[in-house]
């Protein structure tokens, strides 16, 4: 009777050491069946919303407004969930102080335009900046907490979003700051208008997105993460070193939180306290799209943005993220797992 190659490895193993593997050796997953009949349930939802929007409002033009606002502005929540739901499924943290790192990526970038930096030529700065923030605070604080309570984490995390707040509030003060765009115009969008750094960050927030999926599924790297998020104990017998790899994932989920915050600049007002806002809303995109799921983040944020836009018209004079609460309620109670759960 002939062995496998799995039992190959552990004897192996039994004879003296672990056997390891070459990260490419990773045996290939099945491919995922693409969830058509949800895609169209939920692309249904949104005609209805649509039109009983339109019936709601009787004006056409505020519809075609409220839904191109709402997609643009979808697409950088999706940005912001997908660093939140990448640390969660590799360090299976949940990381309270993900919308700080956003708030001191718009001041870095605040400062950088002072200085006669392009608002998005601070990309380039915020975003390898926001990297190594990401691997020191992982390294010098949160490699301690793998593994313990849940609330351990939740405190440190929290404990690093006060932090990072308060070093703002006294070093930047309380005034409200804003980035300006040059040349920012109102673009004609069919009946609709939007700004053009809106569109740009629509824009950047989806290039962002792609390189980030990319990353996962196409290099080496992304089949190390993969492999770990999937199994960590598995993927440390396969040679991969799971220190790396969570310093690195949680340094791309910073940075993508700092890519974001130099994208909306332009069109938000910079306090210590606005990375509260898009914190919230990147929870809810999280748990909507699946936790651990880095595609269903990007789709959750564009449903999210058109949900807390059309609910303006719903809802009319009523808070924004009312409308988000619903549909997070009627997910929670219709599907808790998320639209989009990852598979095992």
Same mark, same amino acid.
Not at 21 to 24: A, E, F, I, N, Y
Not at 310 to 315: K, V, W
């Given at each position: 009777?002939?062995? *496998?190659?799995?039992?190959d490895?552990v004897?192996?193993g039994n ?5 390891t593997?070459?990260?490419?050796e ?7 069946t ?8 939920? @692309? ?7 039109v009983? &929007? ?15 606002t709402?997609?643009?502005i979808?697409?950088?929540y ?7 739901t990448l640390?969660?499924?590799?360090l299976?943290i949940?990381?309270f ?5 956003l ?6 970038t605040f400062?950088?335009t002072?200085a ?5 030529l601070a990309l380039?700065?915020? =975003? ?6 990401g691997v020191?605070?992982?390294?010098? #604080?949160?490699?301690?907490?793998m593994?313990?309570?849940l609330e351990?984490q939740?405190?440190?995390t ?5 932090i990072i707040?308060? &070093?703002?509030?006294l ?7 804003s980035v300006?765009l040059s040349?920012d ?11 053009l *750094? ?5 824009v ?11 990353l996962l599924q196409r290099?080496r790297?992304g089949?190390a993460?993969?492999?770990? %998020? ?8 396969v040679?991969i070193d799971?220190?790396? #790899? ?6 791309l ?5 700092g %890519?974001?915050?130099?994208l909306v600049?332009?069109?938000v ?6 990375g509260?806002?898009?914190?919230? =809303?990147?929870f809810v995109?999280v748990?909507l799209?699946?936790?651990g ?6 789709i959750?944020?564009?449903i ?5 836009q ?6 009319p004079?009523?808070s924004?993220?009312l ?5 997070f309620?009627l ?12 598979? @095992?």
């Open positions: 009777m002939t062995s *496998s190659p799995d039992q490895h004897a192996a004879g003296g050491g672990v056997a593997l070459d990260p490419d990773l045996p290939t997953a099945a491919p995922r693409v969830p058509w009949l949800r895609i169209g349930v939920i @692309a249904a939802l949104i005609v209805v919303a649509i009983l &929007a339109y019936v709601r409002a009787g004006s056409g033009v505020v519809v075609v407004q409220a839904v191109t709402g997609i643009l979808g697409g950088v999706g940005l912001v969930a997908m660093g939140l640390i969660f499924g590799v299976d949940v990381n102080a993900h919308g700080s790192f708030a001191l990526a718009l001041f870095l400062g950088l002072q006669g930096l392009h608002v998005y380039a700065v915020s =975003v390898p900046a926001m990297f190594l923030l020191l605070v992982q390294r010098g #604080i949160l490699a301690g907490a593994g313990k309570p351990n939740l405190l440190i929290l404990g690093i979003s006060l707040e308060n &070093a703002l509030l070093f930047f003060g309380a005034n409200p700051r300006a040349g115009r109102g673009v004609p969008i069919f009946e609709a208008v939007a700004n *750094s809106r569109i740009l960050a629509f950047g927030a989806l290039l962002l997105a792609g390189l980030l999926y990319l290099t790297l089949t993460i993969r492999a770990v %998020a999937a199994n960590d104990t598995g993927a440390q017998l040679g799971t220190r790396v #790899i969570y310093a690195v994932t949680f340094a989920g910073t940075a993508c939180a %890519a974001a915050g130099t600049a332009p069109l007002t910079i306090e210590p306290t606005t509260s806002l898009f914190n919230i =809303v990147a995109v748990v799209g699946g936790m799921n880095v595609v269903g983040a990007l959750g944020g564009l999210i943005g058109l949900a807390e059309l609910g303006g018209i719903y809802l004079g009523q924004p993220l409308s988000v609460f619903i549909v309620v997910v929670l109670f219709l599907r808790p797992q998320g639209l989009f759960r990852r598979s @095992a």
